[in-house]
């Protein structure tokens, strides 16, 4: 499995995505999720995956190969908005999964993928996308700016928290990362290191980074949170005869 | 869906099971998962259930059923250990889904059912176990002595921490809710009243409580869980230039 997610904010956007792919048990490697694209420096596209690996990889030469093959193809360089990104690259992802139905299904395997696209275009407001495989897409909500794909539970607890205080960006990559490490923690199939990208809005120049799994910050970051937690529990109310009906 | 759990513990055996049914996002209804027997001073079986509502209730049926017709019939009176007790639930619970397959097929639905099964016989350690739609069961492990049936996604990471924290039933139960109402904040399928059961090791007293939605400790509880989460996300760590490998 994978987890990424990410994160719509007032001042710009989080991206975090673990690196852990298997197939079943077995065949256990680490692959970059999160990825960056700036084909104009008028613009600047966030591109998460979860699914198939063979068909996230051929997605992205696919895009790669559209971007810098001269003619006049649909490209992440010619798309006006980022719903037009997101529709490009659903009929990429469409595209290939269906190139290989017939042979995945053979074996009883799945060929589809899911993505996470955000980011920014000149002349329009910052976003974030899911693209579902089926080749459409649906936006965040202002009422839940967050957007996950893979292992979307485990770590759901914390992106609601981010949503109800209205935090900065630096606050709400924490519980980003708050969020991939309960998701981690809870689940074999996501796991370090972590690539995340920091945006804020306007600048189209993103912050890039990888979190390593013996990173000091992350034991730090792990062991405040279990504090913090257990605090938490010590101090929840005591059950009193007259709480309950009986 | 639903969300059971059950946690065994150096004291006793803690349940928790929320009430939500629903087909599809309709007919959303309140139903008890969670059902005590005692059909001897010298036994004491909780049973939870998840899974085709139709199913968990023949299921309870039969073991009324068996238990208050006379006859040679196995029974909760008559087996001698836990493990043959989930056994029996097992074969019931199988030989019930599969007498409604065909019908049930043919509409495209499911009728299997996953139960969690705890308690106490006389002679023997309390214990909790998981019996599969397939008639099998497991057994909770010493190193993680909690079960859960449902949801088990969004609710984990409380359980986890009690597990890394030894702590005693009252502490457990107040954990159990923590995990509880994360999950049913998080999903809309499970959600109050809960019922709680909590079993101190060869007492054969169960404290048996219902939980509404409206109890004014359950509004505390929540209160008190999201303020120190809140207060953990503010004092995480920041990440400094150092920390990463950019």
Redesign the interface.
Known sequence: MTYCLSMRLQEGLIFLGDTRTNAGVDNVSTYRKVHLFQPTPDRLFVLEAAGNLATTQEVLDRIDHDLYDPGAHESLATVGHLFEAALYVGRLSREVAARHHAALAEVGADGTATFLLGGEIQGDDPDILLIYPEGNYIRASDDRPFLQIG?S??G???L???V??Q?NL??A???A??SMV?TA???LSVGPPYD?VIYRNGTFEP??????AD???LS??EA???K?????????????EG????
């Not at 709480?243 to 009986?246: M, V």
């Open positions: 292992e539970k485990y759901k607890f914390t609601e928290l981010a109800a205080s935090v630096t606050t990559t924490k519980i990362l708050t309960s923690g809870a689940n995340l912050f890039e980074a990888r979190i390593n990173s000091p910050f730090r970051l405040v949170w279990a913090h937690l257990h605090e938490a529990i010590v101090e929840l109310p005591t059950i009193q709480d309950l009906e009986t």
